[in-house]
């Protein structure tokens, strides 16, 4: 019986138990963290602890009979060995792990990631309870710290006050008649990517999608022109997305008081960025000032928005809080919708008849012509092929909350502490509310089975949903639309022969290594 970590500790290095990998120094400090902290989580759920009052309900009396354990049933989940040979790879593999958590123990499953614990909910009424009805008991999880250092402190990773006087400083920002205004630079951005595209050519669909969505993002939100400097960004990007996953375990296994370490490679890419964004407030801002100051009006960039605005005290936001909203709304209208879009010529390529109906309505409807926002409420199939596309690639594949205190689920009590994984990935193809759920058809949403009512509201939730649902939720379903329609209209795809198309599980679901295709003129 192992009753504290050094005595664990003393076990495992003569227990023979050993993994061999090469690597930098941080590298090698962290597996033998992993080791360490893998066979301490296995000893302590298999074995008693010592007592204490703490852990038994004591009768405190002379008369009190006997010490009876105060149990607390837990989930069911993977526990022991069979965790342990999972633990090595299960950092690497979450998506592939959790998605065996959910088919082999159901709708709430519960384990222990190097002692940190973990619960898997699947059920839409569960995760209804987690975003809606009970968001008070709940922090972002652990791994969110990872994102950070990237996206600062704004709307996806603060918390409490703060997080709620930024909110309703930006929400104004994201009004129907202000993100109507950007629809005419969305429909300019595609027209100009497709410019330069000729009909028989081998394209990435993946890193066109990136600059198109790069230049929507920059001059919605900048009021800007950073075409030059889209293959840095990119870069950038890349290198962010390629190395969260290392941060998010850093994230769970280090005490919050204990900085992420970060390679330079992912420190270069930040302050790339960073340098970019700064740069265009710095512009802004003088651009403002020059104006005298005023109330943004509809058809003003984003940013002019934000520099305007006042909150309840009268003041504005710091260079450095406007950096982090920024960072956060660029990633968000970069990055996620990119993703969906390149995911939806994925599917459309392999689906013939759905890309056929696509293409006719766009004909009857549009003609020759660029499509506008006014056409939007006249394009149900173009919505409904968004739609299938992010219930089975959600460019947001996961949401992570901690509990504050202990929580009720399943007739399950689990600890405070826990981190909870919502996954649109897992839920989202369900065979209880998306039959045939590995299937692309776009026809169950010409009836929206979530706003009639015929399937739980959490059976599907992109973006998310609750007091944090994303505030840019409009915004992106009318870039995405508006961009599938105005691309489609002109061309369909072929794959190109001899490539992998894989999903990465990063902050967002990208293809791993890109996504070519053969163009085609759509006739």
Known sequence: MFSSRSEARAAVEGSGFAVRLSGSGAFRLFVSYLKFEIAFAFVSQRMPRRFSTRRYNVLLMP???IALPARRRLPPGPRGLGLL?????????WSGF?????RQYGDVSYFRFLNVPVCLVVHPDDI????VKEHANFHKSRDYRALRAVLGNGLLTSEG???QSQRKLIQPAFRHENIVAYGQIMTRAAAALLAGWKPGETRDLHADMMTLTLEVVARSLFGSDVSGEARGVAQSMAVVMELFITQANWAFILPDRVPIPKSKRLRQSIQHLDDMVYRLIRARRTSLAGNGARSAEPGTDLLITLLAMRDETGSRMTDVQLRDEIMTLFLAGHDTTANALTWTWY??????????ALGAELREVLGDRAPTVADLPRLPYTEMVVKESMRLYPPAWGVGRRAIRDFEIGGYRVPAGTNFFLLEWVTQRDARWFPDPERFDPERWRHDPIRTGKLPRFAYFPFGGGPRVCIGAGFAMMEATLLLAAIAQRFRFTLAPNQSVEPLFSVTLRPKSGLLMHLHPRT
């Open 63 to 65: 008369q009190a009979p």
């Open 85 to 93: 040979r999972q633990s090595l790879t299960m950092g690497q593999d």
């Open 98 to 102: 959790l998605g065996r958590c959910a």
């Open 128 to 131: 209804e309870r987690i975003l």
């Open 161 to 163: 006050e703060f997080w």
């Open 347 to 356: 599917l459309l390529v392999q689906n013939p008849e759905a890309d056929a």
